[in-house]
């Protein structure tokens, strides 16, 4: 995220910090309203709406309806807009390599336990994984169109498949050498594999 | 499971049926046991004697301890044995291919649920993630080891990070078109890359 949590604003004795609990309200009215409505039913207006809070506070402390998204729902350790400006940066037949060094250089910044808690929300509830189904969808097929490649939801589910494939057994199920092997190995490892489901031939 | 629930010896007025007793004690074991001393470190005795019946009957009922890991913990619907052999059956470069089918029809065949159930009691458990390591591990270990490759062990990981990560695409995520592709179509587009996992080239 762009804003940390540190919050001065506002602090008195024996009462929380005003934006704290502006910020706190926002989750938990995102969690609502996102499971309520999915991703894309879901419009910023309403969540402040039910947090009882200006819109704008969105912006403040979330950057965007996918800042908020990220943190209140799906607990990327990252803001999606950002890593998506990043991995546009560079040669199409390194995006592979790009995406697969950056999910592990975040989740392992996170310490892992990020992935293993998005995954859990995922399948205790149905909703979250309606929820992260739109969001993941959204964010690949906006990588994948831009190559020009066909077949752009099929190559979209199947680059998914390896990067939460490539989660589970780092964070989750934790099999060796997987588990602790340095992130530029997998990247030499993985990346072709991801580059084929977005760019390759793939036989269909 | 070669064997299925269906019971009838010593089922009397009042009660419950002396077999399925006996099955559902052992499952209750094996659960038990697993999570105390993982897969490695569990024995047919240990579970038949915490379960109080012969360690014939894990024969019996599950065919052997695999067969009762995989009612009792994992959830397969299939018998880990059974699926090795069958997999084992076919030229090398298409092993790939063989194992994407594999999997796919047998979590088709039951629903889908399966896996959802196997991935939750994962993540909602530490032990369970020891255990399913233990086993797939063992499981890719056996059939890459067999192909003369080099790296087994990550290998092995590599290869089950792109089926569990179809699975949950496929299965808990439910992301289209992947959820509901034909399973011969995910062969086309998913076995090329499981077979680099296998035998192909890591570049490392």
Redesign the interface.
């Known amino acids: 995220m762009s804003t940390d949590n540190t919050e001065t604003t506002g602090r008195r004795r024996g009462r929380r910090p005003a934006g704290q609990d502006t910020r706190t309200a926002l989750v938990e009215a995102a969690r609502a309203v996102f499971a309520e409505n999915g991703y894309e039913g879901s419009t910023v207006r309403a969540i402040a709406a039910r947090a009882g809070v200006d819109a704008a506070m969105v912006n403040h402390w979330f950057g965007s309806k996918e800042g908020l998204f990220a943190d209140a729902v799906l607990k990327l350790p990252f803001s999606p807009l950002e890593l998506l400006e990043e991995l546009r940066q560079g040669p199409d037949e390194e995006l592979g390599q790009r995406i697969v060094r950056a999910f592990l250089t975040r989740w392992d910044g996170a310490g892992g336990d990020t992935f ?1 808690a998005l ?2 929300s ?3 509830h149905e909703q979250a ?2 929820v ?2 739109d969001f ?2 959204k964010f690949f097929t906006k990588l994948i169109a831009a190559l020009g490649s066909d077949q752009v ?2 190559r ?3 680059a ?7 989660g ?3 964070y ?8 602790s ?1 340095e992130i530029e ?1 997998m990247v ?3 990346a ?2 991801v580059q ?2 977005l760019t390759g031939e ?3």
């Open positions: 293993q995954i859990r995922v399948t205790g994984g309606t992260l189904r993941f969808q939801d099929l979209t589910t199947l998914a498949s390896q990067i939460i494939g490539m589970m057994i780092r989750v199920a934790k099999f060796e050498p997987l588990a092997t190995t030499v490892a993985v072709p594999n084929r489901y793939l036989g269909l």
